[in-house]
Nanobody, 123 residues
Framework: QVQLVESGGGLVQAGASLRLSCAAS????????MGWFRQAPGKEREFVAA????????YYADSVKGRFTISRDNANNTVDLQMNSLKPEDTAVYYC????????????????WGKGTLVTVSS
């Protein structure tokens, strides 16, 4: 079993930056592709970013491409999401996830989820 705990959310103004972190425990995540999803109020959960288990390839939703950067540290069992130039439409609960399949369409074969961290971007 893998436990995922997100942190780093908060309230910021448009244009600001935030860095989300996902700490894994229970077992190593080095064999999992990792990703971030988000769910805005009244909307379905959507894919944000993913990173291959080796860390060599990353994938992003078009809505965040060029503004968000996903990274991982397998030695410390963590995954981060650097979010720059935040917009009000980025407001959502952000979830970390571990999966078995990653491609340009996102992270699938999801096996573990965190409970989420709230990001609120004011205009």
């Amino acid at each position: 079993q893998v436990q995922l705990v997100e942190s780093g959310g908060g309230l910021v103004q448009a244009g600001a930056s935030l860095r989300l972190s996902c700490a894994a425990s229970g077992r190593t995540i080095s064999s999992y592709h990792m990703g971030w999803f988000r769910q805005a109020p009244g909307k379905e959960r959507e894919f944000v970013a993913a990173i291959k288990y080796t860390g060599g390839l990353t994938y992003y939703a078009d809505s965040v491409k060029g503004r968000f950067t996903i990274s991982r540290d397998n030695a410390n069992n963590t995954v981060d999401l650097q979010m720059n130039s935040l917009k009000p439409e980025d407001t959502a609960v952000y979830y970390c996830a571990a999966g078995r399949i990653v491609s340009t369409i996102g992270l699938r074969g999801l096996e573990y989820w965190g409970k989420g961290t709230l990001v609120t971007v004011s205009s």
